[in-house]
């Protein structure tokens, strides 16, 4: 889906690079840490905790990240069997839903953040609160794509009604 | 308690219908129900679960798998292998649709994934089949059926994920799977030999034996791979998800050193794609938590349950029914989705029957790819009908021949479980 202002191109690829950067901070803790434990003998105490919370950013970066590649699974070819100007309007209906859906999971992730502020990782200082907090930020991003989607499919219908 | 069931169900198909991705589907099904049923309970669990659901260090395996994938893939080893696949197959009558077959057997060895195996074999095998001859259809169509082997021959994202739910080895899981994969390779196969003969597909030169020798010695260091990572976790020297690690370390190696073909800017694109596949993915396993909860406290699962029982308390019978309902499952649903939310209600029904918990997780896997080739929900059909430019249709019809070559293998495993044990009860003590 192109996109009309061009924002979201450079938000996509802070989230692209941030993620990437995760993940690639991951693989690397968990070789090193079979490296550290069998040739070095030294084993990581903190790692797989540590990973286990990376992990919860890249599910979060990059399911906000499929949304304007278009790459989460979906069936489309029961709704294009619809006349026109049907498919749009049904896209417009659901994707609806699914903003209330993700306004449901920033909210009450932000409330779900707050509540967990004094729970701490047991191998590292860190609040538990920033792995909810990935929630809210891939929440809020997925929001913000998928309103922008929203956005162009109504502009493709309003443009289509003015032609006919 | 039903109509609740039947609103979550209902509204949950109406939209993946409507066209709205699944992932978002399951959730405002999930909050849809939450909301009409349990008024009283915090929205918080919607994030909680689905933040939940994916926390986990096992579940880490699934993004390491994809991108030893798709090292291997930018390292030039799918065309390695398909040649490799050429010079032993493609000789016999329909060649290519052959080479398809061994390409994916190989390739499973790596990657764990049957929609990104499709995805990567097929922009690659399906034109060349056409180029040759073929038609659109039907080489879409056994693209996506040999797909399906991926998930079988280890690694398995699939398995992991029942490894998870069912507290099982994941490399026994793994182990599971060797016979299985060779099964599907060699059934389908057999009826690719046979629609070809039929139809008159052109067939290929074998190659001349040095040759091949001196083929797979380059391609034996793909071989390798799923080798270490079972032997690995067999020997106890790192975890699933370590094993995946090393993985992608052994296939940056290869790829730099032996075959020279990998760049470090493609390494960072790997990651990057690596990234968005797996957010897919892994969303999709924390919202199907979230739904599988709301399955779970329903108590719908009991009264399935006694239904079950009530037929009969023979376990091959309950087999049976279960693996008629997974196939049902699977043409609604995500396979994942349908492991997460299923596989609690039934897995304590089998085992208490005196089924083994991997073979039990091995034909519902594979009775869920078989799945992926089903509609409405069958993921692999849009993904080759996609790269073919053939109408999905068509590629359902050419398609119906080997999802019974499929079902066949899968009647097979659930009814010989010594064949699907044997490895895992050979080594996996």
Redesign the interface.
Known sequence: MENPSGSGSFLERVVETVGGLVLVAATSITILQVVFRYLLKIPFIWSEEFTRFLFIWIVWLGAALAVPRGKHMVIEFVRDLFPEPWPGRIKMATDLLALFFLAVVVVKGISLVNMTATEFYVTFPLSVKYAYLASVVGGALMFFFLSQELRSTFRRLKSREKKT | MTLEVVVLLGSMLG??????????SI??SS?LTILIFHRSL???M???Y??GG????A??AI??FF?AGEIMNSAGMTERIVKFSDGLVGGIRGGLSHVNVVTNMIYAGISGSAVADAAAIGSFMIPSMVRAGYPPGFSAAINAAAATIGPIIPPSIPMIIYGVLANVSVGQLFLSGVFPGLFMGAYLMIVAYFISVRRGYPKGKFMPFPDLVRLGVRVFLAFLSPVIIVGGILLG??TA??S???A??YSILIGFFFYRELKPANL?EI??G???????V???V?VSYLFGWIIAQSGIGGKIGEIILSISRNPNVVLLELMIFFFIVGMFM?PLAGLIIFVPIFLPIVTSLGVHPVHFGLITVLNLMIGLLTP??G?LL?ITSAISGEK?EVVIRECIPFIVALILVLLICVYWPGMVMLLPNFLGR
């Not at chain 2, 939209?15 to 978002?24: E, N």
């Not at chain 2, 690596?274 to 897919?280: C, D, F, Q, R, Y």
């Open positions: 939209l993946i219908v409507l066209g709205l991705p699944l992932v978002f959730g405002c909050l915090p929205l918080e919607v994030p909680q689905i933040v994916t926390d986990s260090f579940l880490l993004p390491f991108l020297v790192f998800t370590e995946g690690a090393i992608v370390l960072w990651f990057k690596a990234l968005v596949s797996t957010g897919t892994l969303i999709l924390g995500d409405p929900v993921y849009y999905v």
